[in-house]
């Protein structure tokens, strides 16, 4: 089964590799992005009682305006994964990231649709 979150694309600034006077920085947007991701999993997890399948396998899609606004995957994954790790409690070097493509739609605002697998919770509800 897989538990979707949907999120805002905020563009290009969703990287962890921003360079600046000889270090790395994440830039506060972007730690504002992956907060909210980390909250959304923590809610939706609390409200289904859902169980993390493992390894962590992540689905990812969107909904961007044109084929230039479209992610480098490479960042979105490092962020997705620094996002979610302390969620987890598990390395992100351990996920594991499914592309499953995206869509292009200038009527709707650009979107990431993140599937996270998780096992089947099935309620037995007696009478």
């Known amino acids: 089964m897989i538990a ?3 999120i805002d694309y905020i563009g290009s600034c969703l990287s962890v590799n921003h360079y600046k006077v000889g270090k790395y ?3 506060p947007e972007t730690k504002q992005w992956m907060k909210l991701l980390h909250y959304k999993w923590i809610v939706l997890q609390d409200k289904h009682k859902l169980t993390l399948k493992l390894p962590p396998t992540i689905h990812l899609s969107g909904i961007f305006k044109d ?3 479209c992610p480098d995957l490479h960042n ?4 997705i994964g620094d996002a979610l790790e302390p969620a987890f409690g598990i390395n992100d070097r351990e996920f594991r990231f499914i592309d ?3 869509t292009i739609d200038k009527s709707k605002d ?3 649709i993140i599937g996270i697998e998780v096992e ?3 309620c ?3 009478p």
């Open 100 to 102: 499953e493509g995206y």
């Open 110 to 112: 650009p979107m990431l």
């Open 76 to 79: 979105l994954h490092k962020t």
């Open 120 to 122: 089947n919770n099935v």
């Open 67 to 69: 084929k230039r606004s």
């Open 25 to 27: 920085y994440t830039r």
């Open 124 to 126: 037995h509800n007696s």
């Open 4 to 6: 979707e979150i949907s």
